[in-house]
Structures are given as structure tokens and as C-alpha cells.
């Protein structure tokens, strides 16, 4: 597998189990995070033949790789046993909603939460990113692989007081300022549908597990995702859709939250 990240300085890096490269030190063609984003269906170099010696992921200071932010589809309800915690009725189609990429922030955060006056229940929700590598509409299930370049772990944000008050605003409840945050790298396999099968995600505040779950738990897997809103909307290299949570936290400053996406990585944020 090969990891795909940006360094917090912006150098775009190329990367598998032993460690990170400069991109373009990789393939001279590829000099910016869509431009791997764009090859990584049909698969990418490997960082060892590349013209750089490998630095350690612990050694690197990561920034949010998605950047430039471009679309952020995100999933309610997706996990049957979330939306029986929540006393909801399972959506006969998926529950979607559209996050602005002022939200976007990278791994470490911070999660800054809003004015008490605001909201002053903000939860915090692990999932499974799926990155998108072509520009496409219309695709069905089977083309998963041809249009997906990989996968990122995602803290999500809901201010859950101020979407109790009405269903629609949830919008709002979803879009303050570091109401996402992605990485440490978005995870490149080789065949993105069989990766999925090995997939589990769980929801960790202050190092005890909220939630997790397999994508078995999922009512709406990610194949089916992407079909489904490509007949919505053209996506392009670099749109995320964020498939859902299998449980959420409510998070408070000073605590630190962690999504833990296995086998893709660990994303963790502290909140202020």
C-alpha cells in the first residue's frame, strides 16, 4: 500500500510503510497532490525507487492533505446501530449533507469550539474518508476502483444542540471552522473494494473508545456511496465523501480526540 501526505510546510509526499519521500522526487510527472490523486487508480511509483531516502512518518510533521479543499460530502445515519442510539429511523436512502472547506483542518487540529452562547454540545465523531482520483458522474458500484484514489481518516464535528432544535439546520450544525479534520495521509491499496473489508473505525475520546464498528454495520457501503451522489454531482480528484460514524463523543476543551481507522491510520486532535 502507499500513503499519499503533505508535510506541514506544504511538500507534497509519497509514501508505504517505511517511511515518506518528496513526490516528485518519485516521478518527476507528478508534482502536486492531484496529480497523484489523478494516477493513484491506476497505481503509484514506489517510494524506494525514488531519488530521496526515506524519512519516517514520526519524524514528519503532517498537514492536512486534502488541500486544496474541494468537496466534503458527509453521511448521517449510516451505521444501524448509531441510528438506534439515537432513537432514528434508518433512511431508505443515504442521509447526506454538504460540509464547506472552511472546515477543513489538519491532523492535530485544533478543534476550536464555538461561543458557549452558540452551542455548547459539540460531539465528535470518527469515519472513513473516501478520496476521490477521477473526474466522473454517473458511475456505478463496480467502478469503485477506477474512480477512488484512496482513503483518509476524519473527525467530524456536529453541534448537536443546535441541530436538535430543527432538523434543518444541520448545515450550520456542520460547518464551524474546524468542524473536519483529515489525515495523517490518505491511504492508496491497490484494490480500494477488497481493502474495504478490512476496515473497522472507532471513536476515541480522551483514550476511551465511544464507538466502533465494521463497515458490515454500514447501511449504505462506500461503493454504493459514490454511485449514488455521482448521479448527483460531478466529482473531481480530491472530493471526499466521509461515510459516517459508528458513535460520537461530546468533546469539551482541553480534551484530545482520536479517529482510528484501521488499516488506513490514526488521526488525532486536540480541542480548545
Request: cysteine-free.
Amino acid at each position: 500500500m502507499r500513503y499519499l501526505a503533505r508535510s506541514a510546510d506544504g511538500t507534497v509526499l509519497l509514501g508505504d510503510d517505511e517511511g515518506f519521500v518528496p513526490l516528485a522526487a518519485a516521478d518527476s510527472s507528478l508534482q502536486t497532490m492531484g496529480d497523484a490523486l489523478r494516477r493513484a487508480p491506476e497505481g503509484l511509483p514506489a517510494p524506494g525507487d525514488a531519488r530521496a531516502a526515506r524519512i519516517p512518518a514520526e519524524d514528519i510533521t503532517f498537514g492536512l492533505p486534502l488541500a486544496p479543499v474541494k468537496k466534503l460530502w458527509g453521511i448521517g445515519l449510516n451505521y444501524a446501530d448509531h441510528a438506534a442510539d439515537l432513537h432514528e429511523v434508518r433512511p431508505e436512502e443515504p442521509a447526506s449533507f454538504v460540509k464547506p472547506p472552511s472546515t477543513a483542518t489538519g491532523p492535530g487540529g485544533p478543534i476550536r469550539l464555538p461561543d458557549p452562547e452558540i452551542t455548547n454540545r459539540v460531539t465528535a465523531e470518527a469515519e472513513l474518508g473516501v478520496v476521490m482520483g477521477r473526474t466522473f458522474s454517473y458511475v456505478d458500484e463496480d467502478e469503485f476502483d477506477d474512480v477512488v484514489a484512496g482513503f483518509v481518516p476524519i473527525i467530524d464535528m456536529t453541534a448537536e444542540d443546535v441541530l436538535e432544535k430543527n432538523p434543518r439546520f444541520l448545515t450550520r450544525a456542520k460547518s464551524f471552522d474546524t468542524f473536519l479534520v483529515a489525515g495523517p495521509w490518505i491511504a492508496v491499496p491497490d484494490s480500494p473494494t477488497e481493502f474495504l473489508d478490512s476496515v473497522a473505525v472507532r471513536t476515541v475520546v480522551n483514550d476511551e473508545v465511544i464507538a466502533e464498528n465494521t463497515l458490515e454495520g454500514m447501511l449504505f457501503e462506500p461503493p454504493e456511496l459514490v454511485s449514488f451522489h455521482s448521479q448527483v454531482m460531478t466529482f473531481e480528484p480530491g472530493d471526499v465523501i466521509s461515510t459516517g460514524t459508528p458513535g460520537a463523543g461530546v468533546i469539551e476543551p482541553g480534551d484530545s480526540v482520536r479517529a482510528e481507522v484501521d488499516p488506513v491510520g490514526v488521526l488525532e486532535s486536540e480541542v480548545r
